[in-house]
């Protein structure tokens, strides 16, 4: 088969990871993949990038106060792919946003016939939506609500956002979960070598969380660390991502960098090959999460990546994070609310050995079983069969 992906996320960000894995994924069972998404660098020309059966096009995009731009111009380029290029299945992620939704919707209406699948992984309608003014509230809405019942197939992050498709009027039958896999192999280093390798402090317990963004949750974790340090003398907190904070959390930020005297450490972005050596290199991965839709509706991509490193999580998490964690006994979990619970279970995967060895076990056979997308890719293979037929 030959496929279109529609990407609203920039290489290497968010939803093109979804995208790029999926893709590749389908090309090693033996198909077609052209993967359009937003260039990384600021440009306004269009690259494109083969590899095999894979081809990446590269869109104009330009950061603008700290926020990607061009939207409306990628609208145009999708808008070309889909109704001039050659494909037998258009999947379209991220659908209800605009850049994605009129490219489609132009396809739907001028290609008789078209194979078309939607994909949910982040909460718009009700959610990332409501950062914008009411208007555009209103056009995501409507996307969501109306466009689901023009697919063939749908397919979703989370049970939350297959409910989407649901209250959208879509036939059981035509929704499929897809979940988000490792995007990286497990590092080969011992935690010693790790530690070597990476200047993290040897002999000393670190916790590690690792991302880009954070929202009110990166206090909940502050004051788990707190907690988890009265238990575990010397620990150590490390964040491994760019940790782009408003200037309100950077003031928020400073009582506890002074009482941790040098103990909360900003190692910063680093490229992607070098993470699976940081993550080997701690005694926990911390995945902190809000008490609100979003968190629940979404599923993050570090959260596969943090189960093959073979480093246990801890997590106060919820949606399809607490659902795979319990469920699969992968992980310590803690009430979304509760700091002083989230430091004891870091406290916990610190200090007791024969439990951290079992979930880590667990956690292991998640990924070898379920979360891999060989797997996945299989399934989706099937699901666009179905759209074909």
């Known amino acids: ?28 069972r033996g198909h077609k993949v052209t993967l359009l998404c937003a260039n990384r660098e600021d440009t306004l020309s269009v690259t494109k990038r083969v590899d095999g059966g894979l081809t990446t096009v590269l869109l104009p995009k330009y950061r603008l106060r700290g926020f990607h731009t061009l939207h409306s111009l990628r609208m145009v380029y999708n808008t070309y792919y889909t109704l001039f290029s050659g494909y037998d299945v258009l999947h379209t992620f991220a659908f209800p946003l605009h850049p994605m939704a009129v490219p489609t919707l132009a396809a739907r209406y001028l290609r008789p016939g078209l194979k078309l699948v939607l994909d949910h992984d982040d909460l718009w309608k009700g959610g ?9 509230q209103r056009v995501v809405g409507w996307f969501n609500d109306n466009m689901p019942r023009m697919a063939r197939q749908c397919t979703a992050a989370s049970a939350m956002l297959m409910d989407s498709f649901r209250a959208a ?11 988000n896999c490792p995007t990286m192999a497990r590092s080969p280093l011992s935690k010693a070598e790790a530690r070597a390798a990476t200047g993290l402090p040897a002999g000393a317990p670190v916790a590690l969380s690792m991302g880009h963004t954070y929202t009110e949750s990166l206090f909940m974790l502050l004051d788990a660390f707190e907690r988890a340090r009265q238990a575990v003398p010397g620990l150590k907190l490390a964040f ?11 003031e928020r930020l400073k009582p506890y960098l002074a ?82 619970a989230f ?47």
Request: aromatic share 10%.
């Open 128 to 136: 990332f939506a409501n950062q914008h003014p009411g208007p555009y």
């Open 259 to 340: 009482r941790a005297g040098g103990d909360i450490i900003r190692l910063g972005e680093k490229p992607p090959s070098d993470v699976p050596a940081y993550l080997a290199a701690a005694d926990a991965l911390l995945l902190p999460m809000d008490d609100d839709p979003i968190e629940k509706a979404r599923f993050p991509i570090r959260f596969g990546d943090y189960l093959t490193s073979g480093t246990p999580i801890v997590s106060n998490a919820v949606g399809e994070i607490e659902r795979f964690l319990t469920g699969h006994d992968c992980g310590y979990v803690a009430p979304v609310s509760d700091a002083a």
């Open 169 to 179: 009027g879509v036939p059981e039958e035509r929704i499929h979960y897809i979940p």
């Open 343 to 389: 430091g004891d279970r870091i406290a916990e995967a610190l200090t007791g050995q024969s439990r951290r060895e079992a979930i880590q076990a667990n956690a292991a056979r998640l990924v070898e079983t379920e979360l891999n997308w060989d797997a996945v890719a299989l399934k989706l293979e099937k699901i666009y069969e179905k759209a074909r037929g």
């Open 1 to 28: 088969m030959r496929i279109l992906f529609l990407n609203h996320n920039v290489e290497n960000y968010g939803t093109y990871f979804r995208c790029f894995h999926l893709a590749r994924g389908l090309v090693r």
């Open 240 to 250: 491994l991502g760019k940790m782009h904070i408003p200037a309100s959390f950077e």
